[in-house]
């Protein structure tokens, strides 16, 4: 009889690096969602996540989008912060100044999602100390128990945790959602923080100085609001800002990095304003864009304030990402 056998006679060496690399190739294909590949490649091959990110982005740079949050491209300039002609005027909103934007940025087009946030639990975020700020780490400490993730992460509730994908991430404080940003530089190589409270604004109001992000016109029908949860991050693309980021008003209220003064503006901040200094006996981040819960016009305006504890854990307040450029 013939051999049949095509090919070669491996050893079993050589058989079992074959089926070794079969196995390696069928894994690197399964696993080559966005974001799925550094979870998987994690979990299988016990990488450290720097080893990861240097892996990544000499893969496939391209892949590693799927990683970071969609943005959108936002223009330096000048626009006028502050409202003084509203007829519920607030204290807060003083004094009107033209605010100058020095540098252009990235901003997320929406509210960072729970798939998202995902990696970043997933990876161990929180318990690698050095994404965490001093606060944040004496926060964590003084929690009862270890914190692992945001507040409903493993219950679900308020369309929180891995089963609500394209939810908002809630139920994060200040300093997670900080954590978050640092873990997300340094995987990336890039610097991602969350905004200041102008660099918001500038991307919701655009040099008209516009009511609302969409334009002028009160329209509930372009705002996630009066419905007792968050919604998909991506059901209100009418509402979108000039600059196209989405939810800049409505579903989830999102923090900002400036420290809140309830009794204004500072006047002589006028070119990339950072908000008054910490320790000042400030108490409050401020947060912005009113959440799902909310029903009046004035919730939603480009210009209304609000502020929260950074400690607080809300179900009703999320944030996003700016990147540097
Ligand atoms: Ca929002």
């Known amino acids: 009889m013939a051999n049949l056998r095509v090919g070669p006679r491996l050893t079993r060496v050589q058989q079992k690096a074959r089926d070794k690399g079969n196995r390696d190739r069928r894994l690197w294909q399964k696993t080559y969602t966005p974001g799925g590949f550094l979870l998987r490649a994690r979990e299988v091959f016990g990488k450290t996540e720097l080893q990861l990110a240097a892996l990544a982005l000499k893969v496939d740079r391209l892949r590693m989008e799927g990683l970071v949050p969609e943005l959108r491209a936002v223009s330096a300039g000048k626009f006028v912060m502050g409202k003084d002609s509203s007829p519920l005027l607030q204290p807060d909103n003083l004094p009107v100044g033209e605010i ?46 270890d914190i692992t993730g945001p ?8 369309n929180s945790g891995p089963n609500s994908p394209h939810y908002p991430v809630v139920g994060v404080t200040y300093y997670e959602a900080e954590a978050y ?61 000039h600059f196209g980021a989405e939810d800049l008003s409505g579903n989830v209220r999102e923090w900002r990095s400036d420290w ?66």
């Open 151 to 158: 507040k409903w992460w493993e219950t679900g509730e308020h």
């Open 181 to 241: 940003c640092n873990w997300l530089s340094r995987v990336t190589r890039q610097k991602f923080r969350i905004p200041t409270e102008a660099e918001g604004e500038w991307a919701a109001r655009e040099i008209d100085g516009r009511e609302f992000p969409w334009g002028n016109e009160w329209d509930p029908s372009k705002v996630a609001s009066g419905t007792r949860g968050s919604q998909p991050v991506s059901f209100h693309p009418e509402g979108g800002s």
């Open 100 to 145: 100058t934007i020095s540098r252009p940025f990235d901003i997320g087009r929406y509210e960072v999602t729970n798939r998202e946030f995902e990696v970043f639990v997933r990876l161990r975020g929180y318990e690698n100390e050095e994404y965490w700020s001093a606060e944040g780490r004496v926060w964590k400490k003084e929690q009862s128990s």
């Open 260 to 325: 809140y003064n309830a009794k204004g503006y500072d006047p002589k901040a006028l070119v990339d304003p950072q908000g008054p200094p910490a320790g000042m006996a400030n108490l409050y981040k401020v947060v912005r864009g009113g959440s799902m819960l909310n029903t009046d016009r004035d919730s939603f305006t480009t210009y209304r304030r609000a502020c929260s504890r950074p400690q607080d854990r809300n179900y009703y307040s999320g944030f996003r990402v700016v990147r540097e450029k």
